[in-house]
């Protein structure tokens, strides 16, 4: 037989389910390419560019690690590593000195300039990862109070 009263709180229900399962995979999306992203935010944002040097660039487990230090605007020596992918097409090795860009409130966020283009990717993954968490964070409410109504309908039916 059919309830309309139970097809309208299955209806919100499976809203309320669908949306919390698209947080769950906007939450992944942006923690899986925050470590990429995040810093290519930043350096977008207010990043400084300067010249360091190549400490080391060697095959380390399943990639490359390269090691490289540089002097921020306030005369502070930073070193930084960081593993990338031996995929890249990327050799720091051709150039006799490695081109930084450093967020500027906090130098210890720093890229060597030839890895960025490859941040950007990760970056945008995060970007629509937290828009879909904010969207679908907004609809649940909607669905929630959807739910409520509904459960109110109930007490009088």
């Known amino acids: 037989m059919y309830n309309p009263q139970a097809t309208e709180q299955d209806y919100a229900t499976t809203k309320y389910v669908l949306a919390m399962f698209f947080i769950f995979i906007g939450i992944v999306m942006a923690t899986w390419t925050f470590d990429d992203g ?20 060697e095959k380390k487990g399943w990639g490359k690690e390269l090691i490289f230090s540089f ?15 031996p ?12 081109e930084v860009t450093y967020f500027s409130m906090s130098p210890e966020v720093a890229e060597a300039t030839i ?43």
């Open 38 to 57: 995040f810093p290519y935010a930043l350096l977008l944002v207010d990043g400084e560019t300067t010249n360091g040097k190549l400490i080391s660039f």
């Open 71 to 85: 002097v921020d605007q306030e005369g502070v020596s930073h070193t930084r590593s960081r593993t990338i992918n």
């Open 115 to 157: 890895l960025l283009k490859y941040l950007e990717p990760g970056f945008w993954i995060m970007a629509v990862g937290i828009a879909v968490v904010v969207l679908c964070g907004a609809y649940t409410l909607f669905a929630v109070v959807a739910l409520v109504r509904q459960r109110q309908k109930d007490r009088y039916y």
């Open 87 to 98: 995929n890249l097409p990327v050799d720091p090795l051709a150039e006799p000195s490695l």
